[in-house]
């Protein structure tokens, strides 16, 4: 195991925020490369929150940790007073410290500009490809490693030198790689949605996983019966005319369908359809869309603020495998799958497409168009380290509570019950009740069945 010597604190903030919440926030400085440590470094940004509540028992900085692993990959922390795990942590006496991770947020964020260099200090197209190839699963948890040392490193006793997890979607892959390797720096893990699929590449997850973007497109349309035509009408509109969203990326059928991505959380189903009603409606009344549907639809799809995410959305499964556009080789051969044919076959729907980056993403999406290149050699990349030890999970000790959620559109139920089998102790909460995003839609039903299992409440 890797030792990974404590980040550098290089700057602190303190202030509190409406709630009784105190928040420290801290930029650490570390290696981008730990196997090359002494060459370039990263910023990685962690705001603490606390309580202030006057009359606390005890000082929030006093409080045992939480660490908060957030989904993705590619995505930053929302501000601690609009995530419900604050308070609940609160409750159970608790700090939690929301953590950036690499490339993310205000953690040396990955951009088009930044990646490829300024004027003068240009990487070449290579060089890019190895920098992105730094922001998976092992780096992450070694970010986490050298933060947790900075901060708890020099703790008197052995107990308190050590943090919880809690590790939502990616999150939990991120955690289930820290137990393979770092489990020292472990109190207790929570995954939400985040139990990883312990594969070589993507593939048998992707098989999975359309089979549930299928249902939910089932779904989609018994609600909304209308949106069958309502969405092949849009779709042959964007298929004669070149359309634009506000920051000039290309809205083409394709990138229209990936609305789907909504489809697995709760209230993605809605949503989807009124931003279709809308667009509809602009047709029929004005013949164009209107610049609101336009900048709700980039809205819709973050790829260009966190390019990241299409970036290794693939290679976050592959250990010493190539990606190689899984998602688009292991598409069901399902005709409501192919908009084109599907134009023509009335009263039969075209279905939207789910958590899947294609060729075509970088493309179609302004700022990941500068990048496509890179995507593509990454596609092809079979270069990649492992991100697991079942042997180290099998002998696991570290207290594991997961989610699981067997209508689960983003990480495979199956696979994830397998995983969950194979880390040493693990005990599972498993619902057909709730969504992707229950740690944040339905955050007391998800995180008080976990601390139930936590405190051994059997019925």
Request: glycine share 10%; net charge neutral; proline share 5%.
């Amino acid at each position: 195991m890797q030792k990974i010597p404590p980040a550098t604190l290089i700057e602190c903030e303190e202030y509190t925020i409406t709630g009784g919440i105190k928040i420290v926030d801290r930029w650490f400085r570390t290696a981008l490369d730990y196997s090359n440590p002494g060459a370039a470094e990263i910023t990685l940004f962690a705001r603490n929150a606390m309580p202030n509540k006057k009359g606390s028992a005890e000082c929030g900085a006093g409080l045992p940790y939480f660490l908060y692993l957030q989904g993705g990959p590619g995505f930053e922390c929302v501000p601690p007073e609009n995530h419900p795990l604050t308070n609940f942590l609160f409750d159970k006496g608790f700090q939690v410290l929301y953590l950036d991770q690499r490339g993310t947020g205000m953690s040396s964020p990955v951009s088009p500009r930044m990646l490829q260099g300024d004027s003068g200090k240009e990487r070449s197209l290579e060089a890019q490809v190895e920098y992105v190839k730094l922001f998976r699963a092992d780096n992450i948890v070694r970010d986490c490693e050298a933060v947790r040392h900075a901060l708890l490193g020099r703790k008197e006793k052995e107990e308190d030198r050590k943090w919880g997890v809690i590790g939502q979607s990616f999150g939990g892959f991120c955690a289930v790689t820290y137990l393979s390797f770092y489990p020292g720096g472990l109190r207790e893990v929570f995954t939400t949605g985040g139990m990883p699929p312990l594969v070589s590449n993507p593939d048998e997850v992707y098989k999975a996983l359309w089979e549930q973007v299928k249902l939910r497109n089932q779904v989609y349309y018994e609600k909304y019966p209308l949106d069958v035509e309502r969405v092949k009408n849009i779709l042959r509109y964007l298929k004669g005319e070149e359309v634009r969203v506000p920051n000039g990326g290309r809205l083409t059928p394709r990138r229209f369908l990936g609305l789907g991505l909504a489809f697995g959380a709760h209230g993605g189903i809605d949503g989807v359809h009124h931003l279709v009603q809308r667009a509809h409606t602009d047709l029929r009344v004005l013949g164009h869309l209107s610049y609101k549907v336009l900048q709700s639809i980039q809205g819709n799809q973050s790829f260009d603020g966190n390019v990241l995410y299409a970036l290794v959305h693939e290679p976050i499964y592959c250990q010493h495998r190539a990606a190689d556009w899984s998602a688009l080789r292991t598409r069901p051969h399902d005709q409501e799958f192919y908009w084109a044919q599907g134009l023509g076959r009335k009263g039969q729907p075209v279905y939207f497409t789910g958590e899947m980056i294609f060729p075509w993403t970088f493309q179609d999406y302004a700022e990941l168009s500068k990048l496509e290149l890179v995507a593509m050699i990454l596609a092809k990349d079979a270069e990649w380290p492992s991100l697991y030890s079942e042997d180290a999970l099998a002998k696991n000790e570290v207290p594991v509570y997961a989610a699981t959620y067997m209508e689960d559109m983003y990480v495979d139920y199956t696979h994830a019950r397998r995983t969950a089998g194979k880390i040493r102790g693990t005990k599972e909460f498993v619902t057909n009740a709730l969504m992707h995003n229950a740690v944040r839609a339905r955050n007391e039903t998800v995180m008080g069945e976990l601390w139930r299992l936590r405190s051994g409440e059997v019925d």
